[in-house]
Nanobody, 128 residues
Framework: QVQLVESGGGSVHPGGSLKLSCASS????????VGWFRQVPGKEREGIAC????????EYLDLVKGRFTISRGTDKNTVTLEMNDLRPEDAAVYFC?????????????????????WGQGTQVIISP
């Protein structure tokens, strides 16, 4: 079955850390650009991090720069999002998605680029 699955969400205190994983099945994730997005009920989905097909380029939403890191796993089928110094405003459902159209060394935070596959999301809760 072809799918993307996110994992690693949960509940943490402000200042805590989580590591989200995006895993593919049925296709090789390393062949695609990957983006992480998040959405809060009642708000638009926002792109927070992306990594290019060849792994050479990354982009981050200004709000998460210096706190979040996106990287590719050595197994070619996972991309992780390491999140540190989490803040209450980081609480959301986090999604990963694949981009099969962008050049190898470029990625975008616009969800319009991600027309390939989307995962079902993993929830991140920040509670005092």
């Amino acid at each position: 079955q072809v799918q993307l699955v996110e994992s690693g969400g949960g509940s943490v205190h402000p200042g805590g850390s989580l590591k989200l994983s995006c895993a593919s099945s049925g296709f090789t994730l390393a062949l695609y650009g990957v983006g992480w997005f998040r959405q809060v009920p009642g708000k638009e989905r926002e792109g927070i991090a992306c990594i290019s097909k060849n792994g050479a380029a990354t982009e981050y939403l200004d709000l998460v720069k210096g706190r979040f890191t996106i990287s590719r796993g050595t197994d070619k089928n996972t991309v992780t999002l390491e999140m540190n110094d989490l803040r209450p405003e980081d609480a959301a459902v986090y999604f990963c998605a694949t981009d099969n159209r962008s050049p190898r060394g470029w990625c975008s935070l616009s969800d319009e680029r991600y027309q390939h596959y989307w995962g079902q999301g993993t929830q991140v809760i920040i509670s005092p």
